[in-house]
């Protein structure tokens, strides 16, 4: 039976409800393919919004990718200890949220991983071979710690400590949705859908007065047995049914616990989170997925996130648990 998901709090659809036509853009960007769908307005023009949209995603990933050398993310992780380093105002918000979701989730997100994605073979070095030692893993979380990195309040610079490798690869995806999302709207499209590798984010309604409708996947069926209507609302979904770490003849999910700089072991299969930011909604579904099961439930109540957790029965279902902001957005 399909379920239906719908915001409890429905934005004025305004402008949305505008006649147009329907219009699709798409191209490649952090190391996967964005998209974009907008109702069109009677005189609006479009002319030049693919290239304008894929310039304000190249400009995101300069600043923000730990695979570009050139890139200011880059730029501070090589930066000497004790320095502060100034960078550029959208980076410098993003890893500020990523420092906050950090405080809050005490260190099981951390956005200051870099060199131990790199070890275990998530980061630009490539894949491995073998799995880590001990002394390897230790001296990677050594030049790991949330808590380590200072951000100016003027919001211009941070603080290397030395031997930190940020990676927000679990943010920046979220953060480049909403701005596809803002950049549209300034463009007078006020109805669209924006995706980056299949995290969305979705404002007003499609040409037939439809919001735009979205699946939520079971991993283990490949079906999509859940719909929600993202109508001012974005979802990104963490896991690690489809990307994993072969060593030898063992395989690891590629979300590591900063905690214990090795990749999770809990029972989780996959969550979701539904947020207006899609950014919020990106980091926040990689947190929950850390925490596991029943902590990251008890963090979504207390924190006000939608959010479903899928995870593996003792038979070989999948079990779901729904936050309770989640349940109320059942239709």
Same mark, same amino acid.
């Given at each position: 039976?399909?379920?239906?998901?719908?915001?409890?709090?429905?934005?004025?659809?305004?402008?949305?409800?505008?006649?147009?036509?329907?219009?699709?853009?798409?191209?490649?960007?952090?190391?996967?393919?964005?998209?974009?769908?907008?109702?069109?307005?009677?005189?609006?023009?479009?002319?030049?919004?693919?290239?304008?949209?894929?310039?304000?995603?190249?400009?995101?990933?300069?600043?923000?990718?730990?695979?570009?050398?050139?890139?200011?993310?880059?730029?501070?992780?090589?930066?000497?200890?004790?320095?502060?380093?100034?960078?550029?105002?959208?980076?410098?918000?993003?890893?500020?949220?990523?420092?906050?979701?950090?405080?809050?989730?005490?260190?099981?997100?951390?956005?200051?991983?870099?060199?131990?994605?790199?070890?275990?073979? +998530?980061? /630009?070095? #490539?894949?491995? !071979?073998?799995?880590?030692?001990? @002394?390897?893993?230790? &001296?990677?979380? $050594?030049? =790991?710690?949330?808590?380590?990195?200072?951000?100016?309040?003027?919001?211009?610079?941070? +603080?290397? /400590?030395? #031997?930190?490798? !940020?990676?927000?690869?679990?943010? @920046?995806?979220?953060? &480049?949705?909403? $701005?596809? =999302?803002?950049?549209?709207?300034?463009?007078?499209?006020?109805?669209?859908?924006?995706?980056?590798?299949?995290?969305?984010?979705?404002?007003?309604?499609?040409?037939?007065?439809?919001?735009?409708?979205?699946?939520?996947?079971?991993?283990?069926?490949?079906?999509?047995?859940?719909?929600?209507?993202?109508?001012?609302?974005?979802?990104?979904?963490?896991?690690?049914?489809?990307?994993?770490?072969?060593?030898?003849?063992?395989?690891?999910?590629?979300?590591?616990?900063?905690?214990?700089?090795?990749?999770?072991?809990?029972?989780?299969?996959?969550?979701?989170?539904?947020?207006?930011?899609?950014?919020?909604?990106?980091?926040?579904?990689?947190?929950?997925?850390?925490?596991?099961?029943?902590?990251?439930?008890?963090?979504?109540?207390?924190?006000?996130?939608?959010?479903?957790?899928?995870?593996?029965?003792?038979?070989?279902?999948?079990?779901?648990?729904?936050?309770?902001?989640?349940?109320?957005?059942?239709?």
């Amino acid at each position: 039976m399909r379920r239906v998901l719908i915001p409890c709090a429905v934005p004025a659809i305004g402008r949305a409800l505008q006649d147009g036509t329907l219009a699709e853009w798409s191209g490649e960007t952090m190391g996967t393919t964005w998209s974009v769908k907008a109702v069109v307005p009677a005189g609006c023009r479009t002319d030049g919004l693919a290239a304008d949209l894929a310039r304000l995603l190249d400009g995101i990933d300069r600043e923000m990718s730990q695979w570009r050398p050139d890139s200011d993310l880059s730029r501070f992780n090589r930066a000497p200890a004790g320095s502060w380093v100034r960078l550029p105002r959208r980076l410098h918000a993003v890893l500020g949220v990523g420092l906050d979701l950090a405080r809050r989730t005490q260190g099981a997100y951390d956005p200051t991983i870099g060199a131990l994605a790199d070890l275990w073979g +998530f980061g /630009p070095s #490539g894949p491995i !071979l073998q799995r880590p030692g001990p @002394a390897a893993i230790a &001296a990677a979380q $050594a030049r =790991s710690g949330w808590s380590r990195v200072r951000l100016d309040p003027a919001g211009e610079a941070a +603080f290397q /400590p030395g #031997g930190v490798q !940020l990676d927000l690869s679990s943010i @920046a995806k979220g953060y &480049a949705v909403d $701005a596809l =999302s803002e950049a549209l709207g300034g463009r007078g499209l006020a109805s669209h859908l924006a995706e980056i590798g299949g995290e969305l984010r979705g404002t007003g309604v499609k040409p037939d007065r439809q919001p735009w409708w979205v699946g939520l996947e079971d991993p283990l069926t490949a079906s999509a047995e859940t719909i929600v209507a993202l109508h001012g609302l974005s979802v990104a979904t963490s896991g690690d049914y489809r990307r994993v770490l072969a060593c030898g003849a063992e395989r690891h999910g590629h979300t590591l616990d900063p905690r214990t700089g090795r990749p999770r072991t809990n029972d989780l299969l996959a969550v979701t989170v539904l947020h207006p930011s899609c950014m919020i909604a990106d980091a926040a579904a990689t947190a929950l997925l850390v925490l596991g099961r029943e902590a990251g439930l008890d963090h979504a109540d207390r924190h006000g996130l939608a959010a479903r957790f899928l995870f593996r029965t003792a038979d070989g279902d999948a079990g779901e648990r729904m936050s309770a902001s989640l349940r109320r957005m059942l239709l």
